[in-house]
């Protein structure tokens, strides 16, 4: 499986982006996609997971404000962000689980960068 990030940019605090990432090689079965973070000088972090039976699960941190998706025709995973504040900013990695949400993250794909502004 091979994951390509898109649609990071710079934006003004309240503002939205939206991030897509390009699945080859889809997963069937048992899997679970997620959106990871990194900012500079902090540990990496789960922002929103989507499992193969459509659960979804969000750091508390971007509850009420981001929202994962994936449509499967197009073999792409999203990440609907609205309400940016400037600790948003960070490197957006997409993952894919080939078992479950809590297993092992077996791909990654380069990452986007997301920088808000105040």
């Known amino acids: 499986v091979h994951l390509t990030e898109s649609g990071g940019g710079s934006v003004q605090s309240g503002g939205s982006l939206t991030l897509s990432c390009a699945i080859s090689?889809?997963?069937?079965?048992?899997?679970?996609m997620g959106w990871f973070r990194r900012a500079p000088g902090k540990a990496p972090e789960g922002v929103a997971l989507?499992?193969?039976?459509?659960?979804?699960i969000y750091a508390d941190s971007v509850k009420g404000r981001f929202t994962i998706s994936e449509d499967r025709d197009k073999n792409t995973l999203y990440l609907q962000m609205n309400g940016l504040k400037p600790e948003d900013t960070a490197m957006y990695y997409c993952?894919?689980?080939?078992?479950?949400?809590?297993?092992?993250?077996?791909?990654w794909g380069q990452g986007t960068q997301v920088t808000v502004s105040s």
């Open positions: 993952a894919q689980s080939y078992t479950y949400c809590s297993g092992i993250w077996h791909s």
């Open positions: 090689g889809y997963t069937t079965g048992t899997y679970c």
């Open positions: 989507i499992d193969s039976a459509g659960s979804l």
